[in-house]
């Protein structure tokens, strides 16, 4: 989850106001931030709506390019 802790940092959010407003615990933020746990689909789907972003670039940090 290359870009998450990122994304958080530019919008000046914290870990515990995003834990809060999508319903998961602080720690299992931290853990995707920092590449310890993988989140759910269900969890990545929040994160994209919550963001504004796609899954592709939770992910890799880049939103999906054509071949």
């Given at each position: 989850?290359?870009?998450?802790?990122e994304?958080?940092?530019?919008?000046?959010?914290?870990?515990?106001?995003?834990?809060?407003?999508?319903?998961?615990?602080?720690?299992?933020?931290?853990?995707?931030?920092?590449?310890?746990?993988q989140?759910?689909f269900?969890?990545?789907?929040?994160?994209?709506?919550?963001?504004?972003?796609?899954?592709?670039?939770?992910?890799?940090?880049?939103?999906?390019?054509?071949?």
């Amino acid at each position: 989850m290359k870009a998450l802790k990122e994304l958080r940092k530019q919008r000046n959010l914290t870990q515990v106001k995003v834990s809060m407003d999508l319903h998961i615990s602080r720690e299992a933020l931290a853990n995707y931030e920092n590449g310890k746990r993988q989140p759910s689909f269900d969890v990545l789907n929040k994160l994209s709506e919550y963001f504004n972003v796609s899954i592709e670039y939770l992910i890799n940090g880049e939103e999906f390019k054509k071949r």
